[in-house]
């Protein structure tokens, strides 16, 4: 089974900390993709990365930023965290191959920032 | 601008019952339609997909219908059951070129709540 894991369920920052927030996949998989979740907006991408030290902008990436330094693990990093970037972080990845539409999940982070 | 819409935001039905969550996209370059399942505390899996080439699949209870004329797709669970209430979102999908690598991605839906009561 694929299996993508978020380095916290929970987190709680002060306004103007910086943020880590890690993700690590299993599966050799060429793409990771961060998201966030709020509530009436669905899920938003951030950024995403379809190769080691690449990446692309999302719909949302003001505010957020991103390292993939290997294949496995990618990180969104908040620069500043501000209270309007509590939510939940959902990491995902997806093989590059043909066909490969499909993205697993990790089960998130939920970020709150006072 | 949000390119796929959809309906309802929240569902209730009783066991036994259909549920139908409807989307829509405006897109034509879509080319992958899936549909996401999401229980409370886990991220969203993958529950069944679709291609524009077809007009309906069905997985055991789930199937989805697709009207590529209408831009439109739902997706109807049959003998709707308490363990079915979840959060589903609609997605579709393109592949995008960047830098000479093929990627895919997913916009999604704003989701639909569901709760199926006994």
């Known amino acids: 089974d694929v299996k993508v894991t978020q380095s916290s369920r929970y987190l709680v920052k002060r306004t103007g900390e910086k943020v880590f927030l890690e993700c690590v996949q299993d599966?050799?998989?060429?793409?990771m993709f961060w998201y966030r979740q709020d509530p009436g907006l669905g899920l938003r991408l951030i950024y995403f990365?379809?190769?080691?030290?690449?990446?692309e902008k999302g719909d949302i990436p003001e505010g957020y930023s991103v390292s993939r330094e290997k294949k496995e693990r990618f990180s969104l990093i908040l620069e500043s965290a501000s209270t309007n970037q509590t939510s939940m972080y959902l990491c995902?990845?997806?093989?590059?191959?043909?066909?490969?539409?499909?993205?697993?999940f990790g089960p998130g982070t939920r970020l709150t920032v006072t | 601008q949000q390119q796929v819409k959809q309906s309802p935001q929240s569902l209730i039905v009783q066991k036994g019952g259909i549920s139908i969550i409807n989307c829509a996209y405006e897109?034509?370059?879509?080319?992958?339609f899936p549909w996401y399942q999401q229980f409370p505390g886990k991220g969203p899996a993958l529950l069944i997909a679709?291609?524009?080439?077809?007009s309906e699949k069905k997985e055991g209870r789930f199937t989805i219908s697709f009207n590529k004329s209408a831009k439109q797709f739902s997706l109807h669970i049959m003998d709707s059951q308490p363990g079915d209430s979840a959060t589903y979102f609609c997605?579709?999908?393109?592949?995008?070129?960047?830098?000479?690598?093929?990627?895919?991605?997913?916009?999604f839906g704003k989701g639909t709540k569901l709760s199926v009561i006994p």
């Open positions: 995902a990845s997806s093989s590059g191959g043909h066909e490969s539409y499909e993205q697993y």
């Open positions: 599966m050799d998989h060429e793409n």
């Open positions: 990365s379809y190769d080691v030290k690449m990446k």
């Open positions: 897109n034509t370059a879509f080319d992958y």
């Open positions: 679709i291609r524009p080439d077809v």
């Open positions: 997605a579709a999908s393109t592949k995008g070129w960047y830098s000479g690598a093929g990627s895919y991605q997913l916009t």
